[in-house]
């Protein structure tokens, strides 16, 4: 890895974190930044089949930073962990460019603990997209695709496709709105605007309700005042 690259994903680090001062605080102060280092090495040993190596350097990186990397996860440039802590990112997990994920992420498979040996040299993790935003907390499981510019709402449980430009949230994930290409950075996953579609259909619904019931109210009105004139 070359010092300008290196030099690119501060960077972007410091663009995309307010907390972010300077270089030198994200070279000495930022997890993120550290644990990439250890994968960066750890990936270069699996690669070349020295998995127990790879295995090890991952281990004392989760040690020192508190985020799980497995060595042969394939990560693309300017990826960046917020606060970081708690994140898990498993064998076959596939992650684009300039994502931001942030702390007790994880990206996992469905059954892990079952049928072991079936599933060895199988895809089993997610493959995430470039741009991609996921909050706090979301859990991303299985072999599913997040589309690039996709945004996944803190807390979100997501075990099927998110096209791209979209954002879910919720238990399970449920499509909240889409976006256009290219969407300005939005923390956390879900912005202000995103508002819940079926919380729309639900305020709709009772804005109707309240409608007839002023209309059945008039209704009974002009039969009362109908009735007195008799």
């Known amino acids: 890895m070359s010092f300008n690259n290196i030099l ?54 989760r040690i020192i930073t508190g985020i799980e990397i ?5 990560i693309g440039p300017n990826f960046f962990m917020d606060h970081g802590l708690g994140i898990v990112i498993g064998e076959t997990a596939e992650i684009g460019e300039n994502v931001t994920i942030y702390q007790g992420v994880t990206l996992g498979g469905i059954m892990p ?11 089993r993790h997610p493959t995430v997209g470039n741009n991609v935003i996921i909050g706090s907390g979301a ?8 589309g690039d510019y996709a945004r996944i709402g803190a807390n979100s449980v997501v075990s099927k496709d998110v096209p791209a ?14 976006g256009s290409d290219k969407q300005n950075f939005k923390p956390y996953g879900v912005s202000d605007s995103d508002a819940d579609p079926r919380e729309k259909v639900l305020t709709s619904l009772l804005k109707k309700v309240e409608s007839l019931e002023k209309k059945i109210k008039t209704l009974e009105n002009v039969k009362k005042n109908n009735k007195t004139k008799i």
């Not at 972007?12 to 930022?30: E, T």
């Not at 090495?41 to 127990?52: E, H």
């Not at 603990?113 to 895809?123: G, L, Y």
């Not at 430009?165 to 889409?178: C, Q």
């Open 8 to 61: 690119r994903e501060i960077d972007s680090i410091i663009a995309r974190d307010p907390a972010a001062g300077s270089r030198l605080g994200v070279i000495f102060l930022y997890p993120s930044f550290h644990v990439m280092i250890f994968y960066k090495i750890g990936n270069m040993f699996w690669r070349y089949n020295l998995k127990f190596l790879g295995r090890l350097i991952m281990h004392f990186g």
């Open 70 to 74: 497995h060595p042969g996860a394939k």
């Open 113 to 123: 603990s079952i049928e072991s040996d079936a599933q060895r040299n199988q895809k």
């Open 139 to 146: 859990q991303i499981l299985g072999p599913i695709k997040i």
């Open 165 to 178: 430009n979209v954002t879910v949230a919720g238990v399970p994930a449920r499509e909240f709105s889409r």
